[in-house]
């Protein structure tokens, strides 16, 4: 082969792979799920989770659900102090979503009085099905407002957590 001809077509094949990406950051954005609550009469309270995922609206016959890695699995709500704390951010296919699963994996505290609690956790999952639209080349914060004071139980001498929302925020 001639070197005009191989300077071509690598040339050719750059500009392919190049055109390739920008359709692939066009058709994907970025997804921000934080998490916020300060829980009052607890010194600490730790969370852990161990799954974050969204659901696509135009699955088919596909699970549809894409898993998004934890940033920060393990989140202390009494330090958060009324903050917001990143839980997961990763790219998922632009379009509409219409679920968002949590699982929370364990939780343990302590008392403002001192005493460690560790907490019974029957059902961790927790399931929202407010529609979200992840835009191309753009991004979308989800923001989950837990209700902790509703979350938390004490029943027979145990301390029980079925996690519980306040409130939802998309932008």
């Known amino acids: ?81 009324n903050l917001t704390r990143l839980l997961a951010l ?11 699963r949590l699982v929370v994996n364990s939780v343990d505290g302590v008392l403002n009085d001192g005493t460690p609690v560790t907490f019974v956790v029957p059902s961790g999952e927790l399931k929202t099905t407010t529609p979200f639209d992840v835009p191309g080349s753009g991004s979308v914060r989800i923001t989950l407002d837990f209700d902790l004071a509703s979350s ?8 029980i957590f079925r996690p519980v929302l306040g409130s939802i925020q998309i932008t």
């Open 1 to 81: 082969m001639r070197p005009r001809t191989v300077f071509a077509m690598a040339v050719t094949g750059l500009l392919f792979i190049a055109g390739l990406a920008f359709l692939g950051s066009v058709t994907s954005g970025t997804v921000y799920v934080y998490v916020r609550d300060a829980p009052a009469n607890w010194r600490q309270l730790n969370v852990v989770f161990s799954d974050i995922q969204v659901h696509r609206a135009d699955a088919g016959n596909d699970s549809g659900w894409i898993h998004l890695p934890l940033a920060s699995p393990n989140i202390d709500f009494v330090a958060l102090a």
């Open 90 to 100: 990763d790219r998922a296919p632009a379009g509409k979503y219409t679920q968002l």
């Open 152 to 159: 938390i139980h004490s029943a027979g001498g145990k301390w």
